[in-house]
């Protein structure tokens, strides 16, 4: 189906690509893994006009291609859902899943928007999403959008479908649904390339697998022929052990004590404390107000009524600035709009939340600066070209690692982690948990959201469930399971501790 | 600020410096005599004015907003330190409290925008009514001269130094300044992450309120100071004065290649677009261009220029 052949691509001499080889059959799912970095996007991007090769050859249907326009790739057939979403949160969610490609009474310009509407509902129907189409897209969860994205690929009917970390922000459910609408396609003879950094989700849905380092092409694998660890060892280039690293942290005394937190609409009665040394993620499904809890503790979302005690004192946070004072740092969730300045260099970003500390009497020392830089590439291994690489440049996973290098800058006693880890490979998923471990060793109370079930088990010391706004269980680690967490992000009876 | 990053971006930075040079090179083979040293002083003294409003205005865009009531406050503020000096207050504190009505006018519509949530097109459009209105009935209208012969208010517009203009040397120092502020400082550094994400910039605890209320004062100030200039010049202060310069302010921005939508630019570039359209008033003056069709080229070459300047960056 595509047959691409010794392609290279370098960024202002910074080789992306070397020689890299990739075939993709009709009909297969064909997964793309690699660490953050390896150059599979950019590979995509390559195939999908919207970077151009310095050299190799590009092949689709035997015939020799040079896309110069994703509009042109789509012509022949292949449609691209990107890693950044691409949706107008301004238009209704018909109008993004037409956008470009209107259907319109003749040549006369004017819409039919109920005809548009109704097979947009269709179209996201089959894929699980009951929405009304006419509301603006920006109503939607980023997982929803994301929906809206596969559906815009799906909808015009393309023979490759070409997915980056799609399900980054789905819930198990959405991605139940994608992966039927998967196989679906498939049997009608789409091929699809899957990027993922999630390996269950390769096991159970790919081929065949294309494994990529350092932009080099290092084998591919049949998925029935070959093992989690293989395929590990091929992405990272040596043993990584175990999954999660071990943590030798005693913990202490209470550090955040919050009593009945509301806040209208968001989440209601809101209770837990959090020790020095101690991991205590929240858990539950997308929606469940989980990430207003954490932007109220940390000043940026107004409660209505509730207290915090921090350090015993009874505190009022009403800004970020405040509780940045107080020593509590927050890795958002979203990257792209609440964590970096894309236009930033890595070393700007990085010094974003450290002004202070690198500056005397206002002015900006430039020494303290790359040396805060300096420090942080090396204790988080971020991959970049240099200090004035910009944000945005950087791959996905990098981006990850800058936004949290801004908060351990500044020496955090508490850190709040919002999806840590989302979008990052497993090499560098281990190091975020070493990174956490190490931290809580030496007194940090850690607050960690996460979606990822085996990451709340395999790291967290207590783990609060919320559902729909409300605390639906508090675990301790022994009483730990995926099905219980699962049953009670999904509204099961309240299982009180102090029941027990 | 990201000089460095890649090629692309120093070409882009140098682009606005090649279309002077290529304006100069025009203008001096029609009439060579617009290379002469008392021209050029003559053209460095009417862009002056406009720079320093540009400066201020660099900073506002750069956080994402504009400011169009800058002209009215130029007229206030010149009106109210004129008026108090024909009133036979000391001069110099005649010109501080302009200074200072400046800032505060400025720091009306930056708390308008940052505590109100008002867009700063439409807030700075109601005040820029407003404080014209009321430069109206301050001055009823009419121009204020009589305002003494103090050394000091008479050299700001008038004077040199070292046969530099004094307007001249206000701007380059201001310039200086300004310059140092977004780059080095911490307030420069803020002003960008809040035009270039100022959700990122809140989360990472930056005060993005107080940053844009700085930012206009700045402005105001910058406004009150030209007013001092365009009034010592003038030995008077017109309540008219200042009209439509909120506009060539932001060409002279937006020529210099910061982005409308902030947190991209710097301010060499805003020198250099203000060189451009004082070099255009001049020169085609110079070579002779009737003075309505003057408007038209104007324009175009500001378009211009700001087309080919999306052409590089895409
Ligand atoms: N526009 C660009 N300019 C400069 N460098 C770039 C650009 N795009 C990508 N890069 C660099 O190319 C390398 C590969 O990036 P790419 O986005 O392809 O990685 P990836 O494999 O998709 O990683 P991830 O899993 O984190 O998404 C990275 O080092 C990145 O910094
Ligand atoms: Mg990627």
Redesign the pocket.
């Known amino acids: 189906m595509i047959k691409m052949t010794d392609i290279s691509k370098s960024?202002?001499g910074?080789k992306?690509l070397k020689n890299v080889d990739f075939t993709l059959e009709k009909g297969e799912i064909h997964a793309l893994m690699?660490?953050?970095?390896?150059?599979?996007?950019?590979?995509m991007k390559v195939m999908s006009g919207i970077y151009t090769r310095d050299s190799g050859i590009i092949e689709v249907k035997g015939q020799k291609v040079d896309f110069t326009s994703p509009k042109q790739a789509e012509e022949a057939g292949i449609a691209v859902i990107h890693?950044e979403l691409n949706i107008l949160p301004h238009l209704s969610i018909a109008d993004n899943l037409f956008l470009g490609r209107e259907e319109t009474i003749g040549r006369t310009g004017i819409l039919k928007t109920k005809q548009m509407e109704k097979k947009t509902h269709q179209i996201l129907l089959d894929l699980g999403l009951d929405v009304d189409p006419s509301d603006p897209a920006s109503t939607l969860s980023v997982g929803k959008q994301q929906i809206v994205e596969i559906a815009k690929a799906i909808s015009v009917n393309a023979e490759v479908i070409i997915m980056?970390?799609p399900t980054a922000a789905l819930t198990d459910r959405e991605i139940d649904n994608l992966f039927k609408t998967i196989r679906e396609l498939q049997k009608r003879g789409v091929s699809f390339i899957y990027?993922s950094?999630r390996m269950e989700e390769i096991f159970s849905l790919c081929d065949r697998i294309t494994i990529?380092r350092d932009?080099e092409f290092v084998g591919e694998r049949k998925i029935s022929e070959t093992s989690f660890d293989e395929i590990v060892q091929m992405m990272v280039g040596r043993e990584l052990g175990d999954r999660f690293p071990q943590r030798k942290s005693t913990i202490g005394e209470i550090k955040l004590a919050v009593k009945g937190l509301n806040r209208k609409g968001c989440f209601e009665d809101i209770s837990f404390e959090l020790r020095k040394g101690e991991v205590l993620s929240i858990a539950g499904l997308m929606g469940a107000g989980r990430t207003e809890v954490v932007q109220s503790l940390f000043g940026y979302k107004k409660l209505d009524s509730g207290s915090i005690e921090f350090d015993g004192k009874q505190v009022k946070i009403d800004t970020p600035k405040k509780a940045k004072e107080m020593g509590i740092g927050y890795v958002t969730e979203d990257r792209k709009s609440e964590g970096l300045i894309v236009d930033f260099s890595v070393e700007e970003n990085v010094s974003m939340t450290n002004l202070a500390a690198i500056s005397k009497n206002g002015l900006i020392s430039k020494d303290k600066e790359r040396k805060l830089y300096d420090t942080m590439v090396k204790r988080l291994g971020i991959?970049?070209?240099g200090p004035h690489?910009?944000a945005k440049?950087?791959?996905?996973?990098?981006q990850q690692k800058v936004v949290i290098a801004k908060w351990l800058g500044i020496e955090p006693e508490l850190l709040i982690l919002d999806e840590p880890t989302r979008?990052v490979?497993v090499g560098a998923k281990k190091e975020i948990y070493s990174i956490i471990n190490e931290l809580a060793e030496r007194g940090v109370a850690i607050l960690m959201i996460s979606s990822e079930l085996p990451e709340v088990i395999g790291m967290a010391d207590r783990v609060l469930v919320m559902h729909e706004g409300k605390i639906t269980a508090d675990l301790s680690k022994n009483e730990m399971t995926q099905e219980r967490i699962m049953h009670f992000a999904t509204g099961g009876e309240k299982l009180a501790v102090e029941e027990q | 600020m990201q000089l460095k990053n890649n090629n692309q971006s120093v070409l882009q930075k140098i682009a606005p410096f090649i279309g002077l040079i290529l304006i100069i090179v025009i203008i001096t083979i029609l009439n060579p005599g617009f290379l002469s040293v008392s021209n050029l002083m003559n053209v460095l003294r009417q862009v002056s004015i406009n720079a320093l409003i540009a400066f201020g205005m660099t900073f506002v865009i750069l956080t994402g907003g504009i400011d169009l009531s800058v002209g009215a406050t130029l007229a206030l503020t010149g009106a109210v330190s004129a008026g108090m000096m024909a009133s036979g207050m000391d001069p110099i504190f005649a010109m501080l409290l302009g200074l200072l009505l400046g800032a505060v006018l400025g720091a009306i519509n930056g708390i308008i925008i940052a505590k109100g949530k008002v867009a700063p097109f439409i807030a700075t459009l109601a005040t820029m009514t407003i404080y014209r209105g009321l430069t109206l009935v301050y001055t009823d209208g009419r121009p204020i001269s009589g305002l003494g012969d103090s050394l000091t208010f008479q050299m700001l517009g008038k004077g040199y130094f070292f046969g530099i203009p004094i307007p001249v040397v206000t701007m380059m120092v201001s310039f200086g300044i300004l310059y140092f502020i977004l780059k080095k400082t911490t307030f420069g550094r803020r002003v960008y992450a809040v035009g270039g994400n100022e959700e990122a910039s809140i989360l990472s605890g930056i005060n993005s309120d107080r940053i844009k209320i700085y930012v206009y004062s700045l402005l105001g100030l910058l406004a009150a100071l030209s007013a001092l200039i365009l009034t010592s010049r003038l030995n008077s202060a017109q309540p008219t004065a200042g009209e439509m310069f909120e506009l060539d302010a932001i060409a002279a921005v937006v020529l210099g290649g910061t982005s409308l939508t902030g947190g991209r630019g710097w301010i060499v570039g805003t020198l250099i677009g203000a060189l451009i359209i004082g070099v255009l008033n001049n020169g085609l003056n110079l070579i002779g261009v009737p003075s309505f069709f003057q408007q038209v080229v104007k324009g175009a070459v500001i378009l211009l220029a700001v087309l080919l300047d999306r052409k590089k960056t895409t």
């Open positions: 960024f202002s910074n992306v690699g660490e953050n970095g390896a150059g599979k996007s950019t590979l890693q980056d970390e990027i950094h990529l932009g991959r970049t070209s690489q910009a440049s950087l791959s996905g996973g990098n979008g490979d």
